[in-house]
């Protein structure tokens, strides 16, 4: 009989083919690449391989390359041992990270690839860490800070809130400085609420003065001044008249231009200023009068300007002079010099939409407010000056058309006379020396 035909050699074969196929396989399992295919051992060291564990997944773009085959103290650090597939792309500029898998703290290893044109890393060779790498710890850490941070803030909050405040630290001080100024806001209010009380009647009034003097018949007026100004200059722009043949005269543009080049060569760096003249005149109510300004604006930049006016007041220069003898009772007298003019000079800083601007406001030491409406078309104004017996100034000024405005408001608001108060209204012409650049520019290509 023969022996390798019988059923129970062929299934004693089998089993023993099958058995070897499982134990080849649980081999691979437990042990890791390199086992069947080849390979290639590295370690590297950290100072911290918490949640690592050893035959875990060492992955490359999220692909499983190899196993952590051990994990070992080291000097006092910990070196990993791996093993990777010997088809591993690993080469002497590739890196290790290590990278968490989760907010638990298990982390995984992972290796980034360095120039593929670099030499490969050969076995048993340490390959480096990324340096710059986070993990939860580092988080923790953090957190850890930034919730100190809290703390110490709120305790700040919390002494800066108890008693008579902290004066120890910046939270503290701001809060007392916070305190003060609300303090000193309501004493003001107390003491000067009759003054406050004063100027909203003040103000009352010249509303109704204004709602007066702006009428129909004042607004048909200013609708007729619009259409006479409109005529003007369609008249200039056709050549009509000796200004509009002026203009539109080629011989005469050319001598302007010659002229204007003499300047800018005469005066040098001012032409960099933007200098502007405003003239307007104003009917006060109070002496049946009219008050003139002519006044230059220098503004050597986009936030400050310098403002210098001569003021032509119809209630003239007025002074006072004390005498005092040992034979005589003190003697006061008062002179006014109707022929006098007074004269404003300002420096102005403008804040946003505010401006404000301080020194002589005719012929006396002030400060004057002033706030822009409206892209500016609107202005609201006032003026505090001669601070012995305060003077205010208040008004509103509307530019209607380019380089024409009108305005109206009141003079001495706060005098005790009633017949030092004066409402006013009138109008006035701004001309800058960009107005006079459009026109030459606009003449030339004509």
């Given amino acids: 009989m023969n022996l390798l035909g019988t059923p129970e050699f062929k ?3 089998l089993v023993v083919v099958v058995a070897g196929l499982i134990g080849l ?3 691979r399992v437990s042990q890791g690449p390199g086992v069947l295919s080849g390979e290639k051992e590295v370690y590297f060291s950290v100072d911290n391989a918490g949640g690592l564990v050893k035959n875990s997944a060492v992955k490359m773009a999220g692909i499983k390359v190899g196993v952590i085959d051990e994990i070992e103290l080291v000097d006092g650090r910990a070196r990993i041992r791996l093993v990777l597939n010997s088809d591993t792309p690993v080469t002497t500029s590739s890196q290790v990270e290590l ?3 989760g907010i638990l703290g298990d982390r995984h290893v992972e290796i980034v690839p360095g120039n593929p044109l670099d030499p490969p890393l050969v076995t048993n060779s340490e390959i480096p860490t990324n340096p710059s790498q986070k993990g939860m710890n580092d988080l923790v850490q953090q957190v850890g800070d930034i919730a100190a941070s ?3 803030l709120a305790d700040n909050l ?3 809130n108890q008693g008579e405040g902290d004066s120890s630290t910046p939270v ?3 809060l007392l400085n916070i305190e003060k100024v609300s303090q000193d806001l309501a004493d003001m209010t107390d003491i000067n609420k009759q003054k406050v009380n004063n100027i909203l009647s003040r103000v009352e009034s010249l509303t109704r003065n204004i709602d007066d003097y702006i009428n129909e018949d004042s607004l048909a007026r200013v609708d007729n001044a619009i259409r006479n100004i409109e005529e003007v200059t369609e008249k200039i722009n056709n050549g009509e008249g000796t200004v509009g043949r002026l203009i539109n005269d080629e011989e005469t543009i050319e001598r302007i231009n010659t002229a204007v080049d003499g300047i800018n060569d005469f005066v040098g760096g001012a032409n960099k200023l933007q200098t502007s003249v405003d003239f307007h005149s104003e009917y006060l109510s109070g002496v049946n009068r009219s008050k003139s300004y002519l006044g230059v604006i220098v503004q050597p930049g986009l936030d400050r300007y310098y403002d210098i006016q001569l003021v032509d007041d119809p209630r003239g220069v007025v002074e006072t002079t004390t005498t005092e003898s040992n034979l005589n009772p003190t003697e006061e007298r008062t002179v006014t010099f109707q022929n006098e003019v007074k004269f404003t000079i300002l420096f102005a800083k403008n804040f946003y939409d505010f401006t404000l601007s301080g020194g002589l406001i005719e012929s006396s030491g002030g400060f004057a407010v002033d706030y822009h409406m409206l892209d500016k078309k ?3 104004s006032a003026e505090f000056f001669e601070f012995n017996d305060l003077y205010i100034r208040a008004f509103a000024r509307y530019n209607f058309f380019k380089g024409l405005y009108f305005l109206g408001g009141a003079d001495n608001v ?5 017949t030092e108060v004066s409402a006013f209204i009138g109008g006035g012409i701004f001309i800058t020396n960009d107005d006079l650049k459009n026109l030459i520019s606009r003449v030339a290509i004509n």
């Fill in 150 to 152: 809290i703390q110490e």
């Fill in 172 to 174: 503290g001080r701001i």
């Fill in 158 to 160: 919390n002494k800066a």
């Fill in 99 to 101: 990278r968490s898998d």
């Fill in 414 to 418: 706060l005098s005790a006379d009633d």
């Fill in 25 to 27: 396989m649980s081999i």
């Fill in 378 to 380: 609107l202005t609201l």
């Fill in 11 to 13: 299934v004693g074969v």
